[in-house]
């Protein structure tokens, strides 16, 4: 879980002060446009905050 909370943040010394603590609390990894649709209805019923994320390359995404 941490891996996928976190990408080259630390890069940033504001991010890593800001961001070196936290991890995601739930991570979907859908494979396809149909299940990003399940998802982001879920979360919007649920009133869940999401944070999208790319590949985890950089840390300006």
């Known amino acids: 879980m941490q891996q996928r909370s ?4 630390w890069y940033s010394p504001v991010l890593k002060a800001k961001l070196d603590h936290v991890t995601a609390e739930i991570i979907s990894l859908p494979r396809s446009n149909d299940k990003v649709k399940i998802v982001l209805r879920a979360v919007y019923r649920h009133r869940v905050a999401i ?6 390359t950089g840390n300006y995404g």
């Open 51 to 56: 944070t999208p994320r790319g590949a985890g």
């Open 6 to 9: 976190r990408d080259h943040y």
